[in-house]
Nanobody
Framework: VQLQASGGGLVQAGGSLRLSCAASGRTFSNYVMGWFRQAPGKEREFVAM????????RYADSVKGRFSISRDNAKNTVYLQMNSLKPEDTAVYYC???????????????WGQGTQVTVSS
């Protein structure tokens, strides 16, 4: 499956952004979708994931209550709504697709190209 992330940008602290990830090539609803991020000099980390039908979600503690993941299987798209953004949210954000409802980076087979999110203080 091919993934194309978009929606990143520069925003002030406290602001909001909505990331989108469009999928093509395979049956979108067969995959758990996740969002990860990587800040300069740091390892890629889990942000959020959503189950095949969208009925279950999971978040990293650092974004819980501020970020919301959703998906539209009819549009082959997963979203990440980010509110109350903080400077420490600055990173390249990646969407990914995998077969299991797990946070582990290794279980995601397909990755998008990443979109930069920069939060200024």
């Amino acid at each position: 499956v091919q993934l194309q992330a978009s929606g990143g940008g520069l925003v002030q602290a406290g602001g909001s952004l909505r990331l989108s990830c469009a999928a093509s090539g395979r049956t979108f609803s067969n995959y758990v979708m996740g969002w990860f991020r990587q800040a300069p000099g740091k390892e890629r980390e889990f942000v959020a994931m959503i189950s095949w039908s969208g009925g279950s979600t999971r978040y990293a503690d650092s974004v819980k209550g501020r970020f919301s993941i959703s998906r539209d299987n009819a549009k082959n798209t997963v979203y990440l709504q980010m509110n109350s953004l903080k400077p420490e949210d600055t990173a390249v954000y990646y969407c990914a697709a995998g077969p299991q409802f797990r946070e582990l980076t290794e279980q995601y087979n397909y990755w998008g190209q990443g979109t930069q999110v920069t939060v200024s203080s």
